[in-house]
């Protein structure tokens, strides 16, 4: 069982980390100018923020196909054959399905779709904080859901995805920031999500 200190780190991490992957700079930086200095400083890859930079190297990494492209949809590291696409979209369907039981519109206010991996660390990260809320509002049972709900979504949805990323943007990452970033994101989600059931 997580304390409501881990909650609220894991909390930050998957905001900060939602920022990142739908490269929302200013809302990086706000959460960023937010933090102690020393915080900032466990953030292995933020000493290589340089914003002008990353910009670029975002739109070369997750939107603009060619030599750099990573695709952030975790669909796109499926296999090809019929059976598979198929597996894909009636996974596509179920990821809907839990967003809309869950009253969780973001991808579709973000024009994005849900398998994008900035959609499903947002849920995550929304997930978290209605749990954080109902746990100071003593609602233990809605918690455990919202807790339980966050697990399936890692598992389920997430994990082999990532560990596909992992494998494909060693090949295609350049740059110090998202060179660092990738691996403290898979890493960091592994921890959260495989160790704290």
Known sequence: MLTIEERNG???????FTHIWFGEWDHYEKVLNQLPDELKESFPF???Y?????ELWYENYFSIPGVYFIPPYVSSYTEKTEEAIDRSRQDLLCLIGKFEEMGFYYP????????????????????????????????????RQLRNAQLDMYQSH??????????HSKRKLEDPFFSVFIPYYLDTMKELFDTHK
């Not at 340089?50 to 990353?54: K, L, P, T």
């Open 10 to 16: 894991q909390l930050l991490l998957t905001q900060l």
């Open 46 to 48: 933020h000493p290589y």
């Open 50 to 54: 340089n914003r002008e930079d990353f």
């Open 108 to 143: 579709i206010e973000k024009g994005e779709f849900p398998d994008h991996i900035g959609s499903l660390t947002a849920f995550l990260s929304a997930a978290a904080t209605e749990e954080i809320k109902a746990e100071q509002e003593g609602n233990t049972e809605l918690a």
């Open 158 to 167: 997430m994990k082999q995805g990532l560990k596909k990323v992992a494998r």
